[in-house]
């Protein structure tokens, strides 16, 4: 079936550098995209969301770009920080209801 | 306020055994989901509580899942008899309304063995 994917698994970065996570959607009728980001014993937490009448959206030094062309979604980090480090989902809300498609989840490290 | 708690946050069963995991969702949402991450795959919704109604359970992935949400407040999930395949983080999240941000539990991490 069709599923949201990640193109990369891990992602290091340095201290007061920028991240960018990607992500690919393959459902063209999805609507609303979200970020989660999972610390280690917890549970996901919103980060950001993005619906597709938009095509960027900026929260407090993340912002999430949405190509529909492409089918791809982004979530940029601006200096990260070692709290930063965590596992990102990008997830797809297909139905307009609360069941969402994740991705397998990106694990970013910070290095200090 | 609190937010989702689940229990346990670990459960350690021998295969065929029973487990059943709980949730209480933030007071207040009529919206309640299961979610579980199973080899380190993606996240997959398992099912949906609309206060005691199943709204979608079509994630479920056999017979032997049994999920419940008697009165509309806290829900559990039953896995009778559980099997290897069923190893993973199951989360529980709420929200407010259909479609409104999810709040997700630390989730409770199963192992059969």
């Known amino acids: 079936g069709e599923s949201v994917g990640l193109h990369l698994p891990t992602l290091s970065v340095q201290e007061g550098d920028n991240s960018i996570i990607n992500c690919a959607y393959s459902n063209s009728a999805s609507d609303y995209f979200i970020w989660y980001k999972q610390e280690s014993g917890k549970g996901p937490q919103f980060i950001i969301d993005i619906r597709s009448n938009m095509d960027k959206r900026q929260g407090q030094r993340v912002t999430v770009l949405l190509n529909k062309t492409v089918k791809h979604l982004s979530l940029q980090i601006a200096a990260t920080q070692p709290g930063d480090s965590a596992v990102y989902f990008c997830a797809e809300n297909i139905d307009g209801g609360n069941k969402l498609v994740f991705g397998a989840g990106t694990i970013l490290r910070v290095k200090s | 306020e609190a937010g989702v708690t689940q229990f346990p946050s670990h459960s350690v069963i021998e295969k065929g055994q029973t487990v059943t995991l709980r949730c209480d969702p933030i007071?207040?949402?009529?919206?309640l989901y299961w979610y579980r991450r199973v080899m380190g795959k993606e996240i997959k919704f398992l099912l949906h509580?609309?206060?005691?109604?199943?709204?979608?359970e079509s994630g479920m992935p056999n017979n032997r899942f049994l999920a419940e949400r008697t009165g509309g407040t806290y829900s559990t999930l039953k896995v009778q008899p559980a099997e290897l395949e069923d190893s993973g983080v199951y989360f529980c999240?709420?929200?407010?309304?259909?479609?409104?941000?999810?709040?997700f539990g630390s989730g409770t991490q199963l192992s059969v063995l």
């Open positions: 007071s207040g949402h009529d919206n």
């Open positions: 999240a709420s929200s407010q309304d259909i479609g409104g941000k999810l709040f």
């Open positions: 509580f609309v206060k005691e109604s199943k709204q979608d």
